[in-house]
Structures are given as structure tokens and as C-alpha cells.
């Protein structure tokens, strides 16, 4: 059963060294070792992106409202509008530093809805997207993903708490 897994990735990030009691950080999207992502901004909500010591903003109905991240080396290139400026990591997140919602995707294979903070790395030649969410918005998301949907009620409470 895949939720199994899941569940334990979600158990290993909540007893590792660098979670705390409220936050979790997930990498997400590495099933598809991506060289090439991209980060929209939501309706009604802007992403404030740190690349290289500058910032970005990425919002709906701004002329920007999506930016392309893509590897070289092991370098990032964070394309916002046609300027492309190179970093060796990326981060997102709302106007006031904390949580915000994003769709990251991998062009022409996923595409996915966070809530949280973004962190982008380069290692090993591919692309490492870490979201940091908190605990409650986590476990919601896994049991969400992971659970049927005609499922019960009941059921999705007792998946959540195991």
C-alpha cells in the first residue's frame, strides 16, 4: 500500500534533526529527478522569490505570475520574465516571509498545490524542491493524497491519526 510509505517518510521528517514541533520540511517531486521546474504564484496571493541576494515577485495579473527553475551544473537559473539569474539555491514564500500557496510543476509530467515555504536546491544534476509546512497542514495533505476519494469520513480520521 503506497500510503505506507508516505507515513513513514512523514514519520522519519518529524523525528529527524531538523524539524521542529510545528513545522516539517517534505521533499517533494523527486520521484521525476527533475532538471527543469516550474513555481506559479496562486489567485490572490504573491510569492516573494530570493535568488542570488535579490528578490522577485511573482503574482497573478502582475505580467509574472510563473518563473522557470532549471539546473546547470551544479548551479540553479531562475528565469523570472526573461531574466535569468543564477544561484546556488532559491527560496519562496508570502510577503511577510511565511506560508504561502504555490503550484510547483514538472513541465510535462506534475503538477502540484503546496502551502508553506519553499527552499530549492541543486544536487547530484537535479533539481531538490523542499517545502516547509506545518504539522497539521501536512498530515491533511497526506491522508488527502493517500486516501480514496469515496473514502469515509472515519476511515480518513483514523489514517490521519496513525
Given at each position: 500500500?503506497?500510503?505506507?510509505?508516505y507515513?513513514l517518510l512523514?514519520?522519519?521528517?518529524l523525528s529527524?534533526?531538523?524539524?521542529?514541533?510545528?513545522?516539517?520540511?517534505?521533499?517533494?517531486?523527486?520521484?521525476f529527478?527533475?532538471h527543469?521546474?516550474?513555481?506559479?504564484?496562486?489567485?490572490?496571493?504573491?510569492?516573494?522569490?530570493t535568488a542570488?541576494?535579490?528578490?522577485?515577485?511573482?503574482?497573478?495579473?502582475?505580467?509574472?505570475?510563473?518563473?522557470?527553475?532549471r539546473?546547470s551544473?551544479?548551479?540553479?537559473?531562475?528565469d523570472f520574465?526573461?531574466?535569468?539569474?543564477?544561484?546556488?539555491?532559491?527560496?519562496?514564500?508570502g510577503?511577510?516571509?511565511g506560508?504561502?500557496?504555490?503550484?510547483?510543476?514538472?513541465p510535462?509530467?506534475?503538477s502540484?498545490?503546496?502551502?508553506?515555504?519553499?527552499?530549492?536546491?541543486?544536487v547530484?544534476?537535479?533539481?531538490v524542491?523542499?517545502?516547509?509546512?506545518?504539522?497539521?497542514?501536512?498530515?491533511?495533505?497526506?491522508?488527502?493524497?493517500?486516501?480514496?476519494?469515496?473514502a469515509?469520513?472515519?476511515?480518513l480520521?483514523?489514517?490521519a491519526v496513525?
Open positions: 500500500m503506497p500510503g505506507r510509505g507515513l512523514l514519520f522519519l521528517l529527524g534533526p531538523c524539524a521542529s514541533a510545528q513545522d516539517v520540511q517534505i521533499g517533494v517531486l523527486g520521484l529527478h527533475p527543469q521546474i516550474t513555481l506559479s504564484a496562486t489567485r490572490g496571493e504573491a510569492i516573494v522569490v542570488a541576494d535579490r528578490n522577485f515577485v511573482l503574482a497573478p495579473g502582475s505580467g509574472v505570475g510563473a518563473a522557470e527553475i539546473i551544473g551544479n548551479a540553479l537559473l531562475f520574465g526573461g531574466e535569468v539569474v543564477q544561484a546556488s539555491e532559491i527560496r519562496a514564500a510577503r511577510n516571509n506560508p504561502v500557496n504555490f503550484v510547483l510543476a514538472v510535462g509530467k506534475i502540484r498545490f503546496y502551502r508553506g515555504t519553499l527552499v530549492v536546491k541543486a547530484g544534476g537535479i533539481i524542491p523542499i517545502v516547509t509546512m506545518d504539522l497539521e497542514t501536512a498530515v491533511a495533505s497526506t491522508v488527502q493524497a493517500e486516501s480514496d476519494p469515496d469515509p469520513p472515519e476511515a480520521k483514523a489514517q496513525v
